[in-house]
């Protein structure tokens, strides 16, 4: 174990204690999608595609009240270290539901009743963070589906490594240091969508954290609406 | 197993009454908003389990059973023990539930109740490598889901912390040739703390914790934090859709934190011998 | 292998040779289900649920004239020596249609054209004898959920140890033993609803262990309306 | 895959028609309650198996292959071979079959089956192995179902015991230094006795050898019973819903008796060579 | 690796390089199915069976202009020299796939529309040339059920063995051989149906190949007439 | 992920649509009729992957990623390297994708693009085993498909291909003592050929390459053709029903063949480093 985070306050890859990695988004990447979008935040390389909203298949599924959101968050066999097989793990069925959760706090599901919407994650390559850069990318590629939503959601992951806590972990900081600890935040709303965290925190080092979170998150929300804005403007489409 | 969903109407009604009540201080079954049902432990319920509790949470009732064996580490740890969570919800446990394999519900369960218990180094996994690098002790925790009155998360990892506290397991040595055999001694494992679950819902502008199956249905969001010994938090699991302000999470931790200090008594007094 | 029976006829647990196990039966012990039943008999550890009458799913199961019935054998990982898979066995798949066939003939199936009944029976601890205990069991969940029945359903099994036909084996004696003979009867019609054998037999020796069998259900039987007795009159409701 | 149900009207109908003709001593078929259809047996049927047998009943029709490996043994026989029967109903074998992996039928008639040759200790498994703890003979009987006309625990039953009996494989041996390897004979399995399956049904009062489909659709309930050379019962399954006396079914077993020592015949003179 | 040729231009099994297997069909084998055919081709037995036309389950399936065709194309454990688990292989999903293609171009499915037809094909004994059997087979059960076709399909494989252009290759041929070319051909319309190869062709090796799997096809279209005559006329049924 | 069936009456009109269209020589995307559309490739797009290449061929896109292992080789061939391609249909790459396992299209795919590339020798299998019968290399080439607009054998074969061909595997070597251990190099896997894959299509009487999802819609038969470097032939797959005169194909061949040339010169450009 190499030390994570060196006397000046660098961390392995140069980076500061609150500095966030490289985060590029590109909106619109699929033909056949209603939305999409492709994120590379870090070295983690996500397509985000949206389907809907459109019939509820089988029937029975359809909720009266609002729509039925399905989401599927999965890594190509290629993303990671040593190859993956392409069944779902039990990670990545997790992770599926609290992205879901993450995002739907943000949809006006009421306003499709008996419909269906489907976020489709693949992750072509992994990184730290993943969980939260396609949580960034979903909320860009619904807004590029038309999708009528309360707040975008931004997110991104803090966590504490040699002691210190910092923002935004890399592999090596997420598998070598101490506690990792992802948020999703609507930024309008100042409404936390998704929290998870393990490792330990004092009550005082959550509480840092989790400020340094949503100014992550703020971050990333400028990252999503110049990427909407070069999509719609530049493109003049 | 998977939970099916459950009438719209009866639920919107539902959460009406609820909320009715909750802004007069109180719930449908006359608790605080922030008390507990009472838990009710029962360790060694099973002989032939090396561990095993049940546990009652008002009608909620779990049954943890852990069974030890030796194995190969995993690669990445290679001089640590195994500790695997597992939960099945029987199909008894409740109308909703239909049949097949474990579905999302069931494997969040799992994996909540696991990252609390293995945050807190709650199993000093260290010390269950008989021989590293070749024969480590792996300990399977299962669940059975007995009957859902809701609240699984917190239910479910008292089982698992009871079962785990109580297992008496074969000792293992290595010999002078490097194999490994039973020394006849029976342990118990390397416990270093009780980590404590707490799950707090928020239905409408109310926070109410151990969340019945009847408030569950009406919940905007969930949020489950597990506390270890030495004031840490050890693991945090958001659920359902709906929002948290930053503010409302921090104060919530600062409430459950006295929480899990009574539900530690009652779980240190059930566990002791 | 230990001898199983000693010169005075005394077995490994201290039975005699026609001696039954402990039995002891909880009556209704779940919330959430419509009929329910806890059973020891030995160091077996069984609950069984019962839910229906109720619509079935999907509808082309439904049966015109008569109640569809369903039964879910199924041992806790837990349960045995060795931790078992969660998924179903062969064994496991076989005794649920046995002990459904041995259930449905004691049931008025008839009474209830086009509903489904559910009989879910979790062996938490497993000796000797699983599947009679869980009949037994399971009979009493059934009377609790209020299903109309011709006739209890009382099951244990015989079996030949050391050349001596002896009732209800525990595990060692099933393991060790000659001959298991699990029997389920109907004690006030005199029938017999599941009958399986392996291990081998003279006709002669047959005859009186099937009698024996019989004998032994009777018992069973007993201790089932004491069950359902204190249950309903003790507690009075 | 499995069997799906089939129309309730004519099978009361049939039911009734049927239960006419019984009355009379006569069956749809025209044979006697007692008697069994033709009994067909042709050996050697698969070149590439080390035995195997087609069985026609009539028009019941199943087909057995026998392969041999060698393979480690179960933990808990370390000196004895492995024998492993499985069943599938191929999809063609009758217009109700529903695709997918075998379902509770299949895997009953599987178990039954395996159970008679097993318990009658047919093939001496103790001589199956090879080199004890390490290496024994895992014998697969593999039965395809190919024209489903009732009765298919005896008709399975005549076949793998037909495949077992004439099957030839490969001798092995235990060099010097512990290596196992082929002698290049080929030799016979360590076989016995040759168990016999017969099952019953009761139809109203009626009780009949051998039912057809038709008569299948509409029975109570079923026995099967495995006789052995040594005037032993070696297994027993009831079937069905329905139930028998205890008188019935000590009748049932002294006719079946007889009538096993008849199909006997017939199946060794069908595989002595 | 032996020589699979010799000097004289005789093959293993002693044929010449023009020379079919002896083949032999059987019709109407089985008394469910509404069609069947068992074919052996070299040391092939193959069953093949047909149901339909019949109702569409589940009914979404329905196809509003034409017969649904399903096929099954199945080997049993027993069939090859080392047990084959019973689960269908990659290679069994491909060949259900290619073979039902070959046989629906010479169904007439237009005139059953909303119909389903299974094509069940067992392989109880394999050789070389399997799927080109099992479609020469399904051809005639097809007809023994009924259903009414364009012209027969007629199959079988050539092959290049140690430099030679040969016809119907066997099991050690198709294994140290260098190409194995199956073809099924629709000999009264001059049509191929099914075409794969692999290994490595010239073109005018190529060329030579295709005439000489045709000219086996028309082969087999004999054998096949025959078979239905035998069938029809013989049997006068 | 499986793809489920479309609309009857639209597949219908658009048939017509083409046919008038092709009378003239034409294409619904203005193409000649033995036209590929552009094809673009791009290689070593992901990191950590030990090859890669993302390959559009119009707005069909996927991308083909190649693990390499160290593994036990097959047993019938103990003395060469393993290659496995797999192929997946992301849920989003149509709207007429099914969730599940692959289904027969997303096998045939992974097995007629392995078929070609195999066949033509590409990757010299006999150089990649580390110590013969113990360890060889296994080579996972996975696609995951993107968007689908027609023509997947062709843009799915290029895409393996070009990983393939551009992939850095690790170098290994024995030791003295037998152990297997890397050497710290990085290099090229044995490559000996380009093959190049070309599709055909025949809707009515006209034979287009490469077709769109559009045309596939509605083609009557389809013929893919692999071509090695050699001027042979080392795969063919005829798909769909519909048929072919020997004469079609034959002729079909030859055209197809200059068109793998110009393809081959295009991915050989994308692969140069």
């Known amino acids: 174990m190499g030390k994570l985070v060196d006397e000046q306050g660098r961390r392995v890859d140069g980076r500061g204690l609150n500095e966030m990695r490289p985060v590029k988004i590109e909106v619109g990447v699929l033909k056949n999608a209603d939305g999409s979008a492709y994120i590379e935040h870090g070295k983690n390389k996500i397509i985000v595609a949206v389907y809907g909203p459109k019939e509820v298949h089988p029937r029975h599924l359809a909720l009266p009240d609002r729509m039925f959101i399905r989401c599927r968050y999965h890594m190509s066999p290629f993303s990671v270290q040593e190859r993956k097989s392409p069944q779902p793990s039990r990670r990545e069925i997790e992770l599926s539901k609290v992205i879901r959760e993450a995002l739907e706090a943000a949809i006006m599901i009421e306003e499709y009743p008996r419909t269906a919407l489907d976020i489709f994650i693949e992750v072509l390559e992994s990184d730290g963070g993943s969980r939260g850069a396609s949580i960034t990318a979903a909320s860009v590629a619904l807004a590029n589906a038309g999708i009528p939503m309360r707040d975008m959601v931004a997110s991104c992951a803090v966590g504490k490594i040699d002691g210190h806590i910092v923002l935004d972990l890399n592999d090596q900081e997420d598998k070598e240091g101490e506690v990792d600890l992802p948020v999703a935040y609507m930024p309008n709303l100042n409404r936390i969508t998704l929290l998870q965290m393990d490792g330990k925190l004092l009550h005082e080092e959550f509480d840092r954290a989790l400020d340094l979170a949503v100014h992550g998150c703020e971050q990333i929300y400028g990252i999503q609406r110049s990427a909407l804005q070069d999509y719609y403007f530049k493109q003049d489409r | ?273």
Chains 1, 3, 5 share one sequence.
């Not at chain 2, 939960?87 to 369960?109: K, Q």
């Not at chain 2, 151990?210 to 693991?235: G, K, M, W, Y």
């Not at chain 2, 409302?248 to 779980?267: H, M, Y």
């Open chain 2, 1 to 273: 197993m998977s939970l099916s969903r459950r009438s719209f109407v009866i639920e919107r009604l539902r959460k009406e009454r609820l909320l009715s009540l909750l802004a007069k201080g109180h719930r449908l079954d006359d608790r605080g908003l922030l008390d507990y049902r009472p838990v009710k432990i029962e360790t060694n319920v099973i002989d032939k389990a090396e561990g095993s509790a049940k546990v009652d949470l008002g009608d909620t009732s779990v049954i943890a059973g852990v069974k030890v064996e030796l194995d190969r580490p995993f690669k990445d740890t290679p001089d640590k023990g195994i500790l695997i969570v597992n939960t099945e919800f029987l199909p008894f446990a409740s109308p909703y539930i239909e049949p097949g394999p474990p579905d999302e519900n069931a494997i969040e369960l799992a994996r909540v109740v696991d990252r609390g218990i293995r945050e807190s180094g709650m199993v000093d996994l260290s010390k269950l490598a008989v021989k590293p690098g070749e024969q480590v002790y792996a300990i399977f925790a299962d669940v059975d889901v007995l009957n859902i009155d809701g609240n699984l998360f917190d239910a479910t990892s008292y089982a698992v912390v009871s079962a785990l506290a109580t297992a008496k397991i074969p000792e293992y040595e290595v010999d002078g040739d490097g194999t490994v055999k039973a020394t006849g001694n029976i342990v118990q494992l390397p416990i270093t703390t009780i980590p404590i679950s707490i799950t707090a819902a928020k239905i409408g502008d109310y926070i109410v914790f151990d969340p019945t199956e009847e408030e569950e249905a009406v919940i905007d969001t969930r949020l489950t934090i597990v506390f270890s010994e030495d004031n840490t938090l050890c693991a945090i699991q958001k659920g359902e859709p709906g929002s948290w302000t930053p503010d409302e999470i921090v104060n919530l931790i600062g409430e459950a934190d006295g929480k899990a200090r009574e539900i530690r008594e009652i779980v240190k007094r059930s566990i002791s011998p």
